[in-house]
C-alpha cells in the first residue's frame, strides 16, 4: 500500500503534469509551481519547500483515481466532501493541541520571548473562529452547495462566508509577522518549535482550503 501511495514521488513533475493535467491543480493548492520546477521529481520539491511528500502523494493517487480530472471536474456534492473530508477535518482533528501547545509555549517561555503571549491571543481566537466557521459551512451552507438541484444564487450567505475567511487571514497574517514566518528563534525550546510547525501546517492547509472554495466551491455555486 505504501509503495502505490509513493508512487508519484520519483516521477518529474513535468510529467505528472503531462500524464495528468488535471492533477496540476492539488499541486498549485500545495503552493507548488509546476512550471518553474517541472525538471524536479516530486520528492526533491517536496524536500525544498518542506512538504509532507507521502501525504501529498496520498491526495495525489485519491483525486486522479477519484475523478481523473481533479478538482476541476469534481461535482457540488464531491466538492464539498472534498473540503469537509480533507480541511475541515484537518482543524477538527489539529486545533485543540495547537491551543494547548500555544498555551504551554506563553506559559513556559512568554517572559523571555513577549510575543509568544500575543501569538497565543491570537490563536486562542483564531481557532474559536475557525471552529465556528466549520459548523456554520457544514450546518447552513454545505447542505445547499452540495445539492445538484439547488441553483438560486445567495450572494449574502457568499458574502458572510467570505468576509468570515478573510477576518481569519488577517489573523494569520498576523502570525506570520509575529513568528517570523514560523522560524523560531535559535535555541527556541520543544513547545516553541511544535507551535511554529503547527502554525505553518495550518497556514498552509488554510491556504489550500480557501483556494478550494474561492476558486471552485463558492463560484460554482454563483454560477449556477
Ligand atoms: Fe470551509
Same mark, same amino acid.
Given at each position: 500500500?505504501?509503495?502505490?501511495?509513493?508512487?508519484?514521488?520519483?516521477?518529474?513533475?513535468?510529467?505528472?503534469?503531462?500524464?495528468?493535467?488535471?492533477?496540476?491543480?492539488?499541486?498549485?493548492?500545495?503552493?507548488?509551481?509546476?512550471?518553474?520546477?517541472?525538471?524536479?521529481?516530486?520528492?526533491?520539491?517536496?524536500?525544498?519547500?518542506?512538504?509532507?511528500?507521502?501525504?501529498?502523494?496520498?491526495?495525489?493517487?485519491?483525486?486522479?483515481?477519484?475523478?481523473?480530472?481533479?478538482?476541476?471536474?469534481?461535482?457540488?456534492?464531491?466538492?464539498?466532501?472534498?473540503?469537509?473530508?480533507?480541511?475541515?477535518?484537518?482543524?477538527?482533528?489539529?486545533?485543540?493541541?495547537?491551543?494547548?501547545?500555544?498555551?504551554?509555549?506563553? $506559559? %513556559? !517561555?512568554?517572559?523571555?520571548?513577549?510575543?509568544? @503571549?500575543?501569538?497565543?491571543?491570537? #490563536?486562542? *481566537?483564531?481557532?474559536?473562529? &475557525?471552529?465556528?466557521?466549520?459548523?456554520?459551512?457544514?450546518?447552513?451552507?454545505?447542505?445547499?452547495?452540495?445539492?445538484?438541484?439547488?441553483?438560486?444564487?445567495?450572494?449574502?450567505?457568499?458574502?458572510?462566508?467570505?468576509?468570515?475567511?478573510?477576518?481569519?487571514?488577517?489573523?494569520?497574517?498576523?502570525?506570520?509577522?509575529?513568528?517570523?514566518?514560523?522560524?523560531?528563534?535559535?535555541?527556541?525550546?520543544?513547545?516553541?518549535? $511544535? %507551535? !511554529?510547525?503547527?502554525?505553518?501546517?495550518?497556514? @498552509?492547509?488554510?491556504?489550500?482550503? #480557501?483556494? *478550494?472554495?474561492?476558486?471552485? &466551491?463558492?463560484?460554482?455555486?454563483?454560477?449556477?
Amino acid at each position: 500500500m505504501r509503495g502505490r501511495t509513493l508512487s508519484f514521488s520519483d516521477q518529474l513533475l513535468m510529467d505528472i503534469v503531462g500524464q495528468h493535467p488535471a492533477l496540476a491543480v492539488l499541486l498549485e493548492e500545495w503552493g507548488i509551481d509546476s512550471v518553474r520546477c517541472g525538471g524536479l521529481t516530486l520528492a526533491a520539491v517536496c524536500a525544498a519547500q518542506q512538504l509532507d511528500l507521502v501525504e501529498l502523494c496520498r491526495l495525489l493517487e485519491l483525486a486522479h483515481r477519484a475523478n481523473p480530472q481533479g478538482l476541476a471536474g469534481l461535482s457540488r456534492t464531491q466538492l464539498v466532501n472534498h473540503v469537509r473530508g480533507v480541511h475541515h477535518d484537518y482543524l477538527r482533528r489539529h486545533l485543540p493541541g495547537l491551543q494547548e501547545v500555544a498555551s504551554l509555549a506563553a $506559559r %513556559l !517561555y512568554g517572559s523571555q520571548y513577549q510575543h509568544l @503571549r500575543h501569538v497565543e491571543q491570537i #490563536v486562542q *481566537v483564531l481557532a474559536q473562529e &475557525l471552529a465556528e466557521q466549520v459548523a456554520r459551512e457544514e450546518q447552513f451552507a454545505f447542505p445547499w452547495l452540495g445539492s445538484e438541484e439547488v441553483g438560486a444564487v445567495d450572494r449574502w450567505m457568499l458574502d458572510s462566508l467570505a468576509e468570515e475567511r478573510r477576518k481569519s487571514s488577517f489573523r494569520l497574517n498576523c502570525l506570520r509577522f509575529l513568528t517570523n514566518f514560523y522560524a523560531p528563534p535559535s535555541g527556541a525550546g520543544e513547545s516553541i518549535c $511544535r %507551535l !511554529y510547525t503547527e502554525l505553518r501546517n495550518l497556514d @498552509r492547509d488554510f491556504q489550500r482550503h #480557501v483556494y *478550494v472554495e474561492d476558486r471552485y &466551491l463558492f463560484p460554482r455555486q454563483l454560477a449556477a
